[in-house]
């Protein structure tokens, strides 16, 4: 439980889509919530968007109506299909899980790279 592995990133053209996918090496519902964070040079990490156990969503409101996170419960896997990205969306993204036991304990991925530029 808590490993967390990140794919999918990459170099995009303004407008274009990207898809990132995080995996866990144990169950989605050993979780109370899993999602996306990111941080650009010089910011700090913001929500972009979090699935909870129950399925519901949340975003921030820099990508709403753009990105949309979702989870294959038989692949203990979560993705972020982003859409119409710009370049005010590069940054490292990491992939967040919060355990269902204990809401104070955060895992985190590596980080993948998603830029945004022509």
């Known amino acids: 439980q808590g490993q967390l592995v990140e794919s999918g990133g990459g170099l995009v053209q303004p407008g274009g889509s990207l898809t990132v996918s995080c995996a866990t090496s144990?169950?989605?519902?050993?979780?109370?919530?899993m999602g996306w964070y990111r941080q650009a040079p010089g910011n700090e990490r913001e929500l972009v968007a979090l699935?909870?156990?129950?399925?519901?969503?949340r975003y921030g409101d820099s990508v709403q109506g753009r990105f949309s996170i979702s989870r294959d419960v038989a692949k203990n896997t979560i993705y972020l299909q982003m859409n119409n990205l710009k370049p005010t969306d590069t940054a490292v993204y990491y992939c967040?899980?919060?355990?269902?036991?204990?809401?104070?304990?955060?895992?985190w991925g590596q980080g993948t790279q998603v830029t945004v530029s022509s």
């Open positions: 967040n899980a919060v355990d269902y036991q204990d809401y104070s304990l955060n895992f």
């Open positions: 144990g169950s989605i519902f050993s979780f109370s919530s």
């Open positions: 699935i909870t156990v129950s399925g519901r969503t």
